[in-house]
């Protein structure tokens, strides 16, 4: 089977996990820019400037101000005043959006463990470690 057709399928069986876990993800009432730009907030780690933020999703800094506007107003995201100047504001993610971060987290553990089933332990990491240099080198 060519890579294609793995990544391919890869994908399918992805898009039924999250299907037959979408009934209680409260993500997918998210379109997919909203969900990635709260990916991008919460993999900062700490609350993000809105520079870095626009610079990190590739967007004008109005374009990503109109997007945190909007997931404020869901109640997914805050700004706050930055502690080095109270000009910038920086973003951060709210309670309840941490609470369905945390469920996508559980649905990409169940995926793993599916894909790994099969696998013994050292073709697991072998799995992990090709993935991991994949994608350090695309440009994603």
Same mark, same amino acid.
């Given at each position: 089977?060519?890579?294609?057709?793995?990544?391919?399928?890869?994908?399918?069986?992805?898009?039924?996990?999250?299907?037959?876990?979408?009934?209680?993800?409260?993500?997918?009432?998210?379109?997919?820019?909203?969900?990635?730009?709260?990916?991008?907030?919460?993999?900062?780690?700490?609350?993000?400037?809105?520079?870095? /933020? %626009?610079? *990190?999703?590739?967007?004008?800094?109005?374009?990503?101000?109109?997007?945190?506007?909007?997931? +404020?107003? #869901? =109640? &997914?995201?805050?700004?706050?005043?930055?502690?080095?100047?109270?000009?910038?504001?920086?973003?951060?993610?709210?309670? /309840? %959006?941490? *609470?369905?971060?945390?469920?996508?987290?559980?649905?990409?553990?169940?995926?793993?463990?599916? +894909?790994? #089933? =099969? &696998?013994?332990?050292?073709?697991?990491?072998?799995?992990?470690?090709?993935?991991?240099?994949?994608?350090?080198?695309?440009?994603?």
């Amino acid at each position: 089977m060519s890579l294609e057709n793995s990544l391919e399928q890869l994908e399918r069986f992805a898009s039924k996990v999250w299907r037959k876990n979408s009934k209680e993800d409260p993500i997918s009432q998210l379109s997919f820019n909203e969900y990635d730009y709260l990916k991008v907030v919460q993999l900062a780690n700490e609350p993000i400037r809105l520079t870095d /933020l %626009a610079a *990190e999703m590739e967007v004008t800094k109005p374009s990503a101000s109109n997007m945190v506007t909007r997931l +404020v107003r #869901k =109640g &997914l995201v805050v700004r706050c005043a930055s502690p080095e100047d109270a000009r910038v504001k920086r973003v951060m993610l709210t309670p /309840l %959006a941490l *609470e369905y971060m945390d469920y996508e987290t559980k649905v990409y553990q169940i995926l793993a463990q599916q +894909v790994v #089933k =099969g &696998l013994t332990e050292i073709e697991t990491g072998q799995l992990n470690a090709l993935l991991e240099k994949a994608l350090s080198r695309s440009e994603i």
